[in-house]
Nanobody, 115 residues
């Protein structure tokens, strides 16, 4: 059974940076497309960044040029480097495979961007 543990969130001023980490258990990690999802207050959870097993990345328009997703298969870890943070980036961030599995949702990590 796969477990995903997110970390690295916090409170940051607009324009600041954070680096999120997602540590995964399970041997299938290296062959799984992974993504970072964001759930803003009062809104649905949405995919903001994804990374294929090949390393190809995709981003939602609102984070392009500011966020970078990466993975280290040897460490079973996915990262999300977030730069030039905006107040609208506030929310809980989760990692999961794509498409997401209800069995894999972790506790998430909270990101709060203040103006």
């Amino acid at each position: 059974q796969v477990q995903l543990v997110e970390s690295g969130g916090g409170l940051v001023q607009a324009g600041g940076s954070l680096r999120l980490s997602c540590a995964a258990s399970g041997s299938a990690f290296s062959i799984t497309t992974m993504g970072w999802y964001r759930q803003a207050p009062g809104k649905q959870r949405v995919l903001v960044a994804s990374i294929l097993t090949s390393g190809t990345t995709n981003y939602v328009d609102s984070v392009k040029g500011r966020f970078t997703i990466s993975r280290d298969n040897a460490k079973n870890t996915v990262y999300l480097q977030m730069n030039s943070l905006k107040v609208d980036d506030t929310g809980f961030y989760y990692c999961n495979r794509i498409p997401p599995s209800n069995n894999y949702w972790g506790q998430g990590t909270q990101v709060t961007v203040s103006s």
